[in-house]
């Protein structure tokens, strides 16, 4: 069975700029959390989507947004790169919207801002 | 907000010593996970505690909970080059999705 796919895997873009990342969780898993991993740092909660519906967000500013879609795959959109948002971005699928459960990591997307 | 403290940052042990690391949470915890990176690779989910005083073992890993909730531990007896990687935990607040990790403590394992 597939597990969680990301992409796209490696990207660098300039400062002001957009970017989208996409993640398809495993078949069956309707919830999925987008995390946020500095070099050296553990990852940090962005959202988890449950449903389509946004059950919860981190503490990062508007310039991060996200949804899901009726297959519950997700995307996950930054406006306005700043260099301090280079980072390893991951998705987690989980098979339910509980509050507990192990996640299920994809391997990321390597975002460089330049 | 919620902070997860883990120490210590990092461990070096000859192979075939122990290797210990531990969680401190600012809140009260509902469960704490913990998970494995290797290098250049992504979190991989290791175990779940939830109980007060929870102790699990797989193999040769032993993990803790602590009776208020809000500490952990994982202890590897024996280390192995295959141990070889950072070791997070994640606690998570009552009602909350949010899983909230420590800066993680980097093994590394000296054959």
């Known amino acids: 069975d597939a597990g969680v796919t990301q992409s796209p895997t490696h990207l660098i873009k300039t400062r002001g700029q957009h970017v989208t990342l996409r993640c398809s969780p495993i078949?069956?898993?309707?919830?999925v959390s987008w995390y946020q991993q500095v070099l050296g740092q553990g990852p940090q909660f962005i959202f988890q989507y449950y449903e389509k519906e946004e059950r919860g967000r981190g503490n990062f500013p508007d310039r991060f947004s996200a949804r899901q879609f009726p297959n519950y795959s997700s995307e996950l959109n930054v406006n306005a790169l700043l260099l301090g948002d280079s980072a390893l971005y991951l998705c987690a699928s989980l098979p339910t919207g509980a509050f507990t459960g192990e996640l299920f990591f994809g391997e990321g997307s390597r975002l460089t801002v330049l | 907000g919620q902070q997860v403290m883990q120490i210590p940052q990092y461990q070096h042990v000859q192979e075939g010593e122990d290797f210990t690391t531990y969680c401190n949470s600012s809140t009260t915890l509902s469960n704490i996970q913990w998970y494995k990176q290797r290098p250049g690779g992504h979190p991989v989910f290791l175990i779940q505690?939830?109980?007060?005083?929870e102790v699990k073992k797989q193999k040769r890993l032993t993990f803790q909970f602590g009776e208020a909730k809000k500490n952990s531990s994982l202890h590897i007896t024996a280390t192995q080059t295959t141990d070889v990687g950072t070791y997070f935990c994640a606690g998570r607040g009552a009602g909350s999705y949010q899983l909230t990790f420590g800066k993680g403590t980097k093994l590394s394992v000296i054959p």
């Open positions: 078949s069956g898993h309707k919830s």
């Open positions: 505690l939830v109980k007060s005083g």
